[in-house]
């Protein structure tokens, strides 16, 4: 059998398959849901959020002919690493959070700095926010970060005046992974249908009840081996290419 | 002259080389500083700090024979981009704070979770921290990076008891960047010889004074294309190759 040419049957995307996948999905999730600023939930997320940013440009404010990128906010969270103080029980069964969004982050009041002094001062309130990692194994973590921030974002509305309430738009919530895994989830997520028209979602109290999902690339329960986990890429690109050499040749013989 | 077959002369590597560069700079790194956490600063420090995190792991304190990831912790600023909110004026003048760290991740105190249970709380005290960004071009984002955490630091430090400051080891501060621009620089560091031993650091209420400086390359005052800001990364990779051919005719028929 070819395939022994193989160390194992890990999956090996390389840098510019994913580059391209996420520029791809990026089209989609501008079409569906346009988001204003995203969660990028580090490390996992920080690759593919930095990506996604480069095709989610947006006119600027200031001048329209010209494009401006959209903010990255940034949360930790841990799932299977252990984090220095977790106890060893902790690890794989609980998210821990290594860093999280202040209130002011998610208020976007009183934000310190010239920021304040525009209009539109940052913030998750009325805004598309999408959340950003690199898979989605299990769904724990994603669950736990939409969640979380959902709970952040109704008791930052339920603190406004009934005429703050009144001017502020919907804020929605969408999630991007690099790669969904086709497998049984231990998270949940209240998932709208690909492709729904915005009017038709769900607002209560200012929030919209459900989720857009969008995946680079949906993949079988198998070992993903990203680029930027690699300490020999030049290997890992090589293993990558003859991966698919293999499975040419096999068809080919079919 | 054959470089027409170029659009521009702008500097195009690939991820693969900046992969690489930084697997090579992480040996120095760990060799003369040892990083116990990164800051990374978003958006351009996310992609550097994640494949940092793979060539910078530690034994664990759990169990020495496995690896654990060391943290990141992300901050954003702004110096050439418009923020949504920002006035004209300011564009390029100006660093803007879009994310920071709070008060508690600073000093790893009362951390909420179960990271608090642990001994090693988190936080920036005592630590080797390491700040990761893209570029040094004008050394302004890093200037005011490097500034504002160590008045931070400084900060914490002086809120804790005698007893508290008698047992914090030192807190030190490097700073890694992708690529340093050899020209003049707006900002300013004070810098610590490279390979100093560490013994030779001085150390003033319980900081270094200076930080240690280190670049995957060292490039010229030219314009850089990152892969990871590029909409379209075949043809990226098409110009990085031919820009290589043609460099490699030139010098054969020199």
Chains 1, 2 share one sequence.
Not at 29 to 50: E, Q, S, T
Not at 218 to 238: A, G
């Amino acid at each position: 059998m070819s395939t022994s040419e193989l160390p194992d049957d890990h999956f090996r995307p390389t840098y510019e398959e994913i580059h391209v996948q996420i520029g791809e999905a990026a089209q989609r999730i501008k079409n569906d849901f346009d988001p204003d600023l995203m969660v990028a939930i580090g490390g996992g997320g920080f690759y593919p959020a930095r990506v996604l940013r480069t095709f989610l440009k947006k006119p600027s404010a200031l001048d329209p002919s010209k494009l401006r990128n959209i903010p990255i906010q940034a949360i930790g969270l841990s799932l299977y690493e252990e984090v220095s103080g977790t106890s060893e029980g902790q690890i794989g069964n609980e998210v821990v959070r290594t860093q999280w969004l202040d209130a002011k982050t998610v208020s976007g009041k009183g934000v310190k700095g010239k920021i304040e002094e525009g209009k539109d001062a940052g913030g998750l309130l009325g805004k598309n926010v999408l959340i950003v990692d690199e898979v989605d194994d299990s769904r724990t973590t994603l669950q736990y970060a939409y969640n979380e921030l959902l709970k952040d974002v109704r008791s930052a509305i339920s603190a406004l005046s009934e005429e703050e309430k009144k001017d502020l738009a919907p804020t929605r919530f969408a999630i991007f992974v690099v790669h969904n895994k086709n497998k049984e989830k231990r998270g949940t997520l209240p998932m709208l249908p690909d492709g729904l028209p915005k009017e038709q979602e769900e607002i209560q109290n200012g929030v919209c009840t459900a989720v857009r999902y969008f995946a680079g690339a949906e993949i079988d329960d198998v070992w993903c081996c990203y680029p930027w986990e690699e300490t020999d890429i030049i290997e890992h690109n090589r293993l990558a290419a003859l991966a698919k050499e293999i499975k040419a040749r096999q068809a080919s013989t079919n």
